[in-house]
């Protein structure tokens, strides 16, 4: 079955940028998506078809993908981001990656 | 704007079946894809099947083929899940999600399953 592997934690300072990886076999040659879930609330749409913003989303939310990895960037990082972050590759299977703790310290 | 509206927590025995609901609201319903993904405690989304309402047709992951039923009543807004054959394992909130472009863009608040003896 297919797999999307995330790094389990990420770090980053108030006013940084976070970078959080997201690896599957071939996954450029499809759509992927991020979401962002804080404790205790229903997960949230950040990014869909690799790079796009949903209405509502702030602009320091941006995607790219590259060969086989795609990548969620957060510029000026707010301590309002720390969240768990999932990809999810979009093809018939719609497989989450395992997530993402980013902590904002 | 659409907003997704789940039933309440459920508290099951080994070996019985759920079914929870997903009840649209403030926007078309038929056309979209409902999706469920669940989450066990402390652990990540895990993707279990959808349906497009207007078709009636739904595709699961090869994990829960057999296991799961998922149904739309478009007369009522509302999709259903349900889980049969449960274990301890099954334990997890269930949310149902719409599917827009290449995503999951609205979710239901979730609903709490939980398999005890």
């Known amino acids: 079955s297919y797999e999307l592997t995330q790094p389990p934690s990420v770090s980053v300072s108030p006013g940084q940028t976070a970078s959080i990886t997201c690896s599957g076999d071939k996954l450029g040659d499809k759509y992927a998506c991020w979401y962002q879930q804080k404790p205790g609330q229903s997960p949230v749409l950040v990014l869909y078809q690799d790079s796009k913003r949903p209405s509502g989303i702030p602009e320091r939310f941006s995607g790219s993908i590259s060969g086989n990895t795609a990548t969620l960037t957060i510029s000026g990082t707010q301590a309002t981001d720390e969240a768990d972050y999932y990809c999810q590759a979009w093809d018939s299977s719609k497989v989450f990656g395992g997530g993402t703790k980013l902590t904002v310290l | 704007q659409v907003q997704l509206v789940q039933s309440g927590a459920e508290v099951k025995k080994p070996g019985s079946s759920v079914k929870v609901s997903c009840k649209a609201s403030g926007g078309t319903f038929s056309s979209y894809a409902i999706n469920w993904v669940r989450q066990a405690p402390g652990q990540g989304l895990e993707w279990m099947g959808g349906?497009?309402?207007?078709?009636?047709?739904?595709n699961f992951a090869q994990k829960f083929q057999g296991r799961v039923t998922i149904t739309a009543d478009e007369s009522t807004s509302t999709a259903y899940m349900e889980l049969s054959s449960l274990t301890s394992e099954d334990t997890a909130v269930y949310y149902c999600?719409?599917?827009?472009?290449?995503?999951?863009?609205?979710w239901g608040q979730g609903t709490m399953v939980t398999v005890s003896s």
């Open positions: 999600a719409r599917q827009a472009t290449s995503a999951f863009d609205i």
């Open positions: 349906i497009i309402p207007i078709f009636g047709t739904a």
